[in-house]
C-alpha cells in the first residue's frame, strides 16, 4: 500500500471544504481531515485589543489533536477510514490511500506541512472573501467590523509566514467555477496516484 498526502489550503471562504469533499467523493481510499474541527472552545480564546476573539491563529486550535488523528492515518490508513464509517478497498501492492488535509492554517504549522505531497491554496480577492464570508453563519457568528478588523489582516499576516515555502504550493483561482476547480486538481492528484503505483 501506498500513500498520498494533499493539502488544501487557503483563505476563509476561499472553497477548501467544497473543493476537498469533492476530490474526497471521486478519489478512492481517500479521506478528509478538516483543520476547522479542531477549534478551542470559545471560552479559552483570548481577545485583542479591538476585543476582537482571537480565532485566526496556530493557538486558537487544537493543533496536537489534529496532529495526532493525522498520525493515527498514517499508521493504517484502512483502519482509519473505517472509524470513520467508510469503507477501503481490499489491500494490494498498488493500492494508494490519500489523506486531505484542509484549513486555512495548515501550511503555517510546520510539522504538518513538511507531511505534505502536494499543496494547493485557493485564493480569492478582498471583496469576494467578504461578500461569501458575510452570506455564512458562523459559531460564534462574526461581530460587526470583524471582516475588516479582524479576519483580513490575519489573512494577510498568516499568509506572509508562509515566506519562501510559497514555491512549493499551488496556487488556484477560486473565482473560478467550482467544477473547473475540481478537475485541475483531480487531474494533478490523479497523476500523482499513477506515479506512486509506477513506483516499487
Ligand atoms: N469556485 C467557487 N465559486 C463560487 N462559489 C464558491 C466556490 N467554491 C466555494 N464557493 C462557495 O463559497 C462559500 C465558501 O466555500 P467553502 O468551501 O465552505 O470555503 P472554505 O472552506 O474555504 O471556507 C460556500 O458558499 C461555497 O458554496
Ligand atoms: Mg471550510
Known amino acids: 500500500m501506498k500513500t498520498l498526502i494533499v493539502g488544501v489550503g487557503g483563505m476563509t471562504n476561499g472553497g477548501k471544504s467544497t473543493l476537498s469533499k469533492s476530490l474526497h467523493r471521486k478519489i478512492p481510499n481517500s479521506c478528509v481531515i478538516a483543520q476547522d474541527s479542531y477549534f478551542k472552545d470559545d471560552s479559552v480564546v483570548p481577545v485583542d485589543s479591538n476585543g476582537f476573539k482571537q480565532y485566526d ?24 477510514l473505517r472509524q470513520r464509517g467508510l469503507n477501503p478497498q481490499p489491500s494490494s501492492t498498488d493500492k ?9 492554517l495548515i501550511f503555517n504549522y510546520r ?3 513538511d507531511l505534505f505531497d ?6 480569492i480577492p478582498y471583496d469576494v472573501c467578504k ?20 479576519v483580513w489582516p490575519m489573512y494577510l499576516k498568516n499568509r506572509q509566514e508562509l515566506g519562501s515555502i510559497t514555491s ?3 496556487f488556484l483561482d477560486g473565482l473560478k467555477p467550482k467544477e473547473e476547480v475540481l478537475t485541475a486538481v483531480y487531474k494533478d492528484i ?3 496516484i499513477d506515479r506512486l503505483q509506477e513506483e516499487d
Open 57 to 80: 491563529v496556530l493557538d486558537a486550535l487544537h493543533m496536537d489533536k489534529m496532529m495526532s488523528d493525522v498520525d493515527s492515518w498514517r499508521a493504517d490508513p484502512d483502519s482509519f
Open 96 to 104: 494508494v490511500c490519500v489523506l486531505i488535509v484542509e484549513g486555512f
Open 111 to 113: 510539522p504538518l506541512n
Open 118 to 123: 502536494k499543496r494547493y491554496s485557493l485564493e
Open 131 to 150: 461578500r461569501r464570508r458575510s452570506s455564512r453563519v458562523y459559531t460564534p457568528p462574526d461581530p460587526p467590523g470583524y471582516f475588516d478588523g479582524y
Open 168 to 170: 512549493e504550493i499551488f
Open 190 to 192: 490523479c497523476q500523482e
